[in-house]
């Protein structure tokens, strides 16, 4: 080898080395910013969303910005925020995309040279101070062809692989979001469950209250007074009851906004809030939901990888193939330098294994797919029912039943101005109102659910395997656990 | 408002009242023509010497006192059917037409008369069908206070109004009263808030009424001191009623069954009436004033009344009301002292509506808190068209006023 083609060689191999460290860093926000983004237009969010996109630099920031929002009343919107800035899991999800992302990275590097040098010295006459030393210094530097040569389609692969993850988040963020909205739901309904049966337990504590009188006075009999006391009694222990509800689901959206300490004592604004309404027939429905699906996506996004590993698999009989150059120089001797070439033979493993599983990953996702579609239709039907059911019921709510049980508390009190019912029955009259309101608070946050279930599903969510949407079974979280195809 | 537009009312019907007593009184010399107050008097045609009249069974729509209207049956427009006053010795022709949705028959309660003319469904006659019109002519051989009242479905029909006087004066009346009043005793269930009397009713009737009136709505009953005055009572409710008239001592002249020899009439101050009798009494006021008219029964002199209200006598609501008004802001708790306040009370909280409150009327002095079978005989020394609206006016030292127990008592 001359020496000019020796140094063009040489500078290769360093300027090689350069790039590759070079590689090593590289940023993972701008990919979340795209996850919250694309979040974002998935729920076709308005601007009152926009923190979604937003994404603090450091610790201090996040702090400050739940400080901040913990100083008002929580709103729906407030606690979506926290969960998005603070959900423990969210953030360790985050953060692993980072890992992956580097992960993927990783593969699609140009592997690195082997150099080799060694320095070998002649040690006769050790004992003669006068004897003649020598040394020989021989060094190499090979790289694996066929890696080099796979590596533009690896990075391809790798690119996938980084946006399979990144739709898996975006599936993870939605279902955290889904999540929080009907614990906001259920929170402001057991809240206002509390409220209505600690007014009924007031009613019943004045109805006790005028029984003891009236017993005091003459008027009843003991067992008129002991009736009078097991109302007030049982009403006491569903106050007690629900208060513990009421706690079960604060501690729910604390787990969920990643709250602890005194950043647990918000007050949440006490109405429910107010929804758009769905208006799309169920076959529209199930159309966008299964277009938009972030699981079905990744799965045949998943496939594509799968197929482009397979063809190279296969393309690759040999599975590895190094290529080097070597100099040698020895004492007084000019330097020698080759090239070295080595591979394996593939006479046992010829990666017929490796095929073999790609293949059956192909198969087995197509199948996941089938699944995913057969069982999200499924649910989408029976969603859009229990959508369209409670919106129904919500509305005869609002419009009859509800107006028909405060003309009877209004008419009740004429009835007793006119002295035609006493106050006890008045009383039982405002229990019977309250429990209407309470029914229909029921309604509501069942409705508010399913809309949110809704809203996920059109966002592209996923609601697992055997879960229905909506009620109280969680909805399973993307299949995170995969086999990734690695 | 209404009180005033109601008092007004009163006014015209009293005066056009007074001067028909004056104006018939001299018309007909042989007796006094009675006064339905509230109510009237069926007219009559001659033809050929037998009196016709004519009677239609109707549905009637009657203000029971101000703003309070009752969808009644009645006859002629009005509950109690108008009074068919004749003479002794007289033929009289009624036609009886029905505008009900149901058959119907007149009963001549009391009458001696042809067995076929006394008009029982059934027995002495076929139904009157809607639509139709039956006959009934008779002598009347008797004289006194009668009534006549359906004899078909008569739960329902009586129960809805149907009913009214029938008076034969006596050929040569032994005397001349001054005022002949003709007053019906009736009771009814009208659930507070509705306006149909629930003819299922047998017990718990809410209210009781004077010619189908209830206090504040009933007409207060004239009289001139000294002047002889006859009230013929008849009751065809469910339940007897003690008649009680302050100021005056009476007595019981006669039945439907005739009149009572003057041997057996007793002074008393309270004439019990019961179910399908006539009490006719007669008295001579001699004390000018204004005197309760009012049926002894005290729940029945009150409107609308619930009887199975929680009794609250003596029971101190205090801490109740300030928990229930957490509920209702505009609570007010009744009855611990009983229920004198409930006048006061019910003017300014709304009841149910087409619902008089349970005491009602204003007096000179206070609240009146009276209702039902509740009157006032106004007994004055000279009658005037003013005499009906306006109150007694006392001579000076003699009502009954507050006094300083130490200073005064003595
Ligand atoms: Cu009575």
New binding site residues.
Partial sequence: MNPLKRKILNYFIIISLVIVSGCKTYRYEADLMNVKSDAMMRLSAADDMDFLTSHPNDDNEVNSIIGKILENELTLNSAIQLTVLNNPELQASFEKLGIQKAELMQAAILPNPNVHIDRMESHSGRFLPHARQYAQIHWSVSIDLLDLLSKPNLAKISRAQVEIAKMRLTNQLLDKINDVSKAVHNFLYEKKHLNLLEEIFEGSEAKLELAIEQHKAGNISDLDLVEQEMEYQNDKLNVNGQQYKTLVAREKLNRLMGLWGTMTEWVMHSEFPRVKEINLTRSELITSAIERNLEIAAASYEINVYKRQHSMNKAMIIPSFEFGVSREKEDGHDPTSGRSVAFELPIFDHNQSETNRLSAMIQKQEKEIRAISINLRSQLKLLHALYTGLRKKLTYYENAVLPIRKKYLSLSERHYNGMFIGPYELLDVKRSELEAQQDYDRILRDYLNAASDLNHALAGGYAGGSGMFTGDVKTSNVRREKDSGH | MKHKSTLLLIKIVLVLIFFTLNSLGTSNPSYTPVITPDGSTLPYKMVDGVKVFHLIAERVKREFAPGFFVDCWGYNGQTPGPTIEAVEGDRVRILVTNKLPEHTTIHWHGLFLPNGMDGVGGLTQRYIDPGETYLYEFDLVQHGTFMYHPHADEAVQMALGMEGFFVIHPKTPPYKVDHDYAVF?H?WQIPPGTSKPNPNAMFDFNY?SFNSRVYPGTAPVLARENSLIRVRFANL?M?????HIHGVSFKVTATEGGDIPESAQRPTTTVNVPPGTVKTIEFVPEYSGDWPFH???A???MNAMEHNLPNMIGVNQTNADKKIQKLFPNYMSMGTNGMGDMQDHSEHMPGPKNTPPMMMGKGPFANISMG??FTVLKVRKELTPDSASTWYDHPPGTVSRKVDIEEDGK
């Avoid at chain 2, 339940?239 to 008649?243: D, V, Y």
């Fill in positions: 005793l009771m009781f409710s339940e007897s009623h003690p008649i049926c002894h029964k729940h029945h002199a039902g079978m």
